[in-house]
């Protein structure tokens, strides 16, 4: 067989292979900006899978500022922020996220895929430890895998399993080498699940070990806690019990891109190796321009989050009424557990045909048998949208209950 046969084949049986399994993934395209109410296909559709927590993302004010930015910066940032790419925006906003953080310095990534991948790779490599949450975000995992250091997964926000996981290897090595590293890392929210991190405790064990902590915020800054600072709330966690903090301004703050902060010399540190820093392109810096009008946003608009956790408290007190089964979440993110990948697909087209917007996520992304639909509860979302939502969805649910398996909005 020649090389490009192998390829097609290759091509062409993994995509059979998804369609068979019900993983086959398809986008669909929005005509209409981000929102609690979108457009696509030509229909309007009530949006519950969006990460733009507060509404943020299609704000006037902070379309106002990217258009500014644009108007002064240009689009392009032209280059790596190490050769003539970081300019006075970018430097304001890692300023100005630093002093939102509680940490001595931030560093700007185009997004937080990148952010993750750069920080872990860069502090870690062959002969140090990584212990990832099992259930931690891809782009975690993948800059474990690429630093080529020792790779654990402890259980489930389970504090007796990382104290196991890290134990094993102080038995297994009674002498550490005394210049390895130990990383410990977690979401803070996470993103399929909606728990939030055991912090206290990771911060705890990680510290009994020696180790150093890191956490990924990507959903919960913005969305809770005093000013939005989210998770790791900066007057309890320092930076001694968590070094490396990242968080993104792709969800709660409607922007993109997304930062690692810590302290000034770590920071440094990781102008120096961090790869994704070093060989890519800037954001641009309208984006970091239209960032820093997001933060103020963040910061000074609670009721934007008061809003959220009201809406969120009252999707869980509807849903509990019509008995639909919850998980414990008490973030945006509201999983509703089905299993099969194929009767979750069913629920979110059933969804769909009745107006609501709601994803199934199937694995890879999360563990086999546990296909579910993500709900995601935006500021910006008003109690009807709620109802509706769980009039339809346990609507659904109950004609999977009685394995009516065609699911049809008609009939
Ligand atoms: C979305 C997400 C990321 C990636 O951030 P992007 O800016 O979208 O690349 C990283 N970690 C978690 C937990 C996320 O949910």
């Known amino acids: 067989m020649t090389q490009s046969q192998i390829l097609r084949n290759r091509v062409k049986s993994t995509l059979a292979e998804r369609k068979a399994q019900r993983l086959y993934r398809a986008r669909k395209v929005l005509t209409s900006p981000q929102g609690s109410n979108v457009q696509v296909d030509g229909r309007q559709l009530i949006n519950f899978c969006s990460n733009d927590y507060l509404g943020l993302a299609n704000d006037p004010r902070v379309i106002q500022a990217l258009t500014q930015g644009a108007a002064r910066w240009g689009v392009g940032?032209?280059?790596?922020?190490?050769?003539?790419?970081?300019?006075?925006?970018?430097?304001?906003?890692?300023?100005?996220?630093?002093?939102?953080?509680?940490?001595?310095?931030?560093?700007?990534?185009?997004?937080?895929?990148?952010?993750?991948?750069?920080?872990?790779?860069?502090?870690?490599?062959?002969?140090?430890?990584?212990?990832?949450?099992?259930?931690?975000?891809?782009?975690?995992?993948?800059?474990?895998?690429?630093?080529?250091?020792?790779?654990?997964?402890?259980?489930?926000?389970?504090?007796?399993?990382?104290?196991?996981?890290?134990?094993?290897?102080?038995?297994?090595?009674?002498?550490?080498?005394?210049?390895?590293?130990?990383?410990?890392?977690?979401?803070?929210?996470?993103?399929?699940?909606?728990?939030?991190?055991?912090?206290?405790?990771?911060?705890?064990?990680?510290?009994?070990?020696?180790?150093?902590?890191?956490?990924?915020?990507?959903?919960?800054?913005?969305?809770?806690?005093?000013?939005?600072?989210?998770?790791?709330?900066?007057?309890?966690?320092?930076?001694?019990?968590?070094?490396?903090?990242?968080?993104?301004?792709?969800?709660?703050?409607?922007?993109?891109?997304?930062?690692?902060?810590?302290?000034?010399?770590?920071?440094?540190?990781?102008?120096?190796?961090?790869?994704n820093y070093i060989y890519s392109t800037a954001m641009p810096a309208a984006i970091a321009y239209a960032s820093l009008t997001s933060l103020e946003l963040v910061k000074h608009e609670a009721w934007r989050r008061e809003n959220l956790s009201e809406l969120i408290g009252y999707f869980r007190e509807c849903a509990a009424a019509a008995s639909i089964p919850l998980g414990d979440s008490n973030t945006a993110i509201q999983p509703i557990m089905i299993g099969k990948a194929e009767t979750a697909l069913l629920l979110s087209d059933y969804l769909s045909e009745l107006g609501l917007w709601v994803s199934a996520i199937r694995p890879p992304t999360v563990p086999q048998h546990t296909s579910r639909l993500r709900i995601t509860i935006t500021a910006s979302h008003t109690r009807k949208h709620i109802e509706q939502l769980v009039e339809v969805l346990a609507r659904g649910l109950q004609k999977l209950m009685n394995a009516d398996q065609r699911l049809s909005a008609h009939g």
Not at 123 to 133: T, W
Not at 195 to 222: F, K, S, W, Y
Request: hydrophobic share 40%; charged share 15%; glycine share 12%.
């Open 77 to 275: 940032s032209g280059a790596s922020h190490l050769i003539c790419g970081h300019s006075s925006p970018h430097h304001q906003l890692e300023e100005a996220l630093a002093e939102f953080t509680g940490r001595e310095a931030a560093l700007l990534f185009s997004s937080g895929y990148s952010a993750n991948m750069a920080a872990i790779n860069g502090l870690v490599s062959i002969g140090d430890q990584v212990y990832q949450d099992r259930l931690n975000h891809a782009s975690l995992l993948d800059g474990g895998w690429i630093s080529r250091a020792d790779c654990h997964w402890f259980e489930h926000a389970d504090m007796a399993s990382l104290d196991e996981q890290l134990s094993v290897r102080q038995v297994a090595q009674p002498q550490p080498q005394s210049q390895a590293l130990s990383l410990v890392v977690s979401d803070g929210v996470f993103s399929m699940d909606g728990d939030v991190c055991p912090t206290q405790g990771l911060a705890d064990v990680a510290a009994n070990h020696g180790a150093v902590l890191m956490i990924d915020d990507a959903h919960g800054i913005g969305c809770t806690g005093n000013q939005g600072t989210g998770t790791i709330d900066p007057s309890r966690f320092s930076s001694a019990e968590v070094p490396i903090l990242m968080g993104t301004l792709g969800k709660a703050f409607g922007t993109a891109g997304a930062f690692i902060a810590g302290d000034a010399e770590l920071i440094d540190y990781l102008i120096q190796k961090a790869r």
